[in-house]
């Protein structure tokens, strides 16, 4: 079965500042789709960014952007600029072809002044 | 475009009694899913829909949870009868056609507390 590992329960970053997140993950297979979620409050689950596991380039969306090493099986997520609305829950998810979509356990972000 | 939608957000009910949670999906979206998730943890995928017809049930507790989608849209999950572990929060999402370069997207949850 597939696993995805998230080693860091919280993290913290000053406002402004750059943060990266580790995810890494377990698979067999060669093709497969990665993906970030944030979740507020609210509860609800909003896509951050995804990555193709057969695109070399790095996903990027404005100010988040992954780092995809395939062959060690790390896809970590770096916030640029961080902001007070960036403090959420983190997700990263694995999804490949007739499985299902596995989720870690998450990483709490806070944002400081 | 609309999102995903659920309802209700918020349910209280005491271990054994019985308790059901609907899902709008993203209109066209043929795949269906409702995740658990509790706290402290990922959300875990309970039941995959595509269209009317289940895909995936594995990891669902069907003596006391039961799911269905009629006409391929909304769906409705129940719980029957409840226990202390079931708290937690259930999302429903939707996808396209369940395929590889499809992404998901979430409705904002139930969160269920059993007493």
């Known amino acids: 079965a597939q696993t995805v590992t998230q080693s860091q329960p919280e993290m913290s970053v000053q406002e402004a500042e750059t943060v990266t997140l580790s995810c890494t993950y377990d698979?067999?297979?060669?093709?497969?789709?990665l993906f970030w979620y944030k979740q507020p409050p609210s509860r609800q689950m909003i896509l951050v960014i995804r990555?193709?596991?057969?695109?070399?380039q790095n996903a990027t969306e404005n100010r988040f952007s992954v780092n995809f090493q395939k062959a060690a099986k790390s896809f970590s997520l770096k916030i640029s600029d961080s902001q007070l609305g960036d403090a959420e829950m983190y997700f990263c998810?694995?999804?490949?072809?007739?499985?299902?979509?596995?989720f870690g356990t998450g990483t709490r972000l806070q944002v400081t002044l | 475009e609309a999102g995903v939608a659920q309802s209700p957000r918020y349910k209280i009910i005491e271990k054994r009694q019985s308790v059901a949670f609907w899902c709008n999906p993203i209109?066209?979206?043929?795949?269906l899913y409702w995740y658990q998730q509790i706290l402290g943890q990922g959300p875990k995928l309970l039941i995959q829909?595509?269209?009317?017809?289940?895909?995936?049930d594995s990891q669902l507790p069907k003596d006391r949870f039961s799911a269905e989608r009629l006409k391929g849209v909304d769906s409705t999950l129940k719980i029957q009868p409840a226990k202390l572990e079931d708290s937690a929060v259930y999302l429903c999402?939707?996808?396209?056609?369940?395929?590889?370069?499809?992404?998901?997207?979430f409705g904002p949850g139930t969160r269920l507390t059993v007493l």
């Open positions: 698979t067999s297979e060669s093709d497969y789709y």
């Open positions: 209109s066209g979206h043929a795949t």
């Open positions: 998810a694995y999804f490949e072809t007739a499985s299902k979509l596995t």
């Open positions: 999402a939707s996808s396209l056609s369940g395929g590889l370069a499809d992404t998901q997207y």
């Open positions: 990555q193709e596991a057969y695109k070399q």
């Open positions: 829909f595509q269209n009317n017809g289940v895909v995936d």
